[in-house]
Antibody, heavy 124, light 115 residues
């Protein structure tokens, strides 16, 4: 059974750093892209970026490039999303999702399994 | 980025009646391989999104057959043949054809409620 289990909710202050995780099981972690998706309170879904764990190839949405870092640790089947300088505007729910893309071709993809979400609240 | 526009943004439907949601893309979603990479997701209240349909009309295993997807090029539709109470959710279309230049983009979401 494919599962993506995310780390728990976080409450942080502006300027702090944070790293949230997405641990996967039930499939070969290395050979599927993992995407991160933001959902601000009461709003829709936004793709932030994706990583291919086999070689750590990473792609970012221009909206999030330089704002976050996506990484992965193949030894523990876990992907990460991190911030070095949180802002109140980073308050949101963050989801990881498996990118089902034949032969790793990300232009032929759909997001078939999702984590439960990690709520990040940034407030002074 | 490829802009995905859904209509309506909100819909109230009587139980047992059909519902349809439209999704229009700013660029053709026909891939060079001839397929079209448009999917539909359902997000029930307080839940993560769930994939319902991929490549326009392919229903995911376990998704009720009252859900169907159709369309081509830039215009797509999600149809629920007979709405049930459990279908109360926000529905999103999403494209991947234009990746990487157009990113992965989602529609704004359509909130489906029961009358």
């Amino acid at each position: 059974e494919v599962q993506l289990v995310q780390s728990g909710a976080e409450v942080k202050k502006p300027g702090e750093s944070l790293k949230i995780s997405c641990k996967v099981s039930g499939y070969n972690f290395a050979t599927y892209w993992i995407a991160w998706v933001r959902q601000m309170p009461g709003k829709g879904l936004e793709w932030m970026g994706s990583i291919y764990p086999a070689d750590s190839d990473t792609r970012y949405s221009p909206s999030f490039q330089g704002q976050v870092t996506i990484s992965a640790d193949r030894s523990i089947n876990t992907a990460y999303l991190q911030w070095s300088d949180l802002r109140a505007s980073d308050t949101a729910m963050f989801y990881c999702a498996r990118v089902n893309a034949p032969f790793g071709d990300s232009s032929r993809a759909h997001f078939d399994f999702w984590g439960q979400g990690t709520l990040v609240t940034v407030s002074s | 980025d490829t802009v995905m526009t859904q209509t309506p943004l909100s819909s109230r439907v009587t139980l047992g009646q059909p519902a349809s949601i439209s999704c229009r893309s700013s660029q053709s979603l026909v891939h060079g391989d001839g397929d079209t990479y448009l999917s539909w997701l359902q997000q029930r209240p307080g839940q993560p999104p769930r994939l319902l349909i991929y490549k326009v009309s392919n229903r995911v295993s376990g998704v009720p057959d009252r859900f169907s997807g159709s369309g081509a090029g830039t215009d797509f539709t999600l149809t629920i043949s007979r709405v049930e109470a459990e279908d109360v959710a926000v529905y999103y279309c999403m494209q991947s054809t234009q990746f990487p230049h157009g990113g992965y983009t989602f529609g704004q979401g359509t909130k489906l409620e029961i009358e």
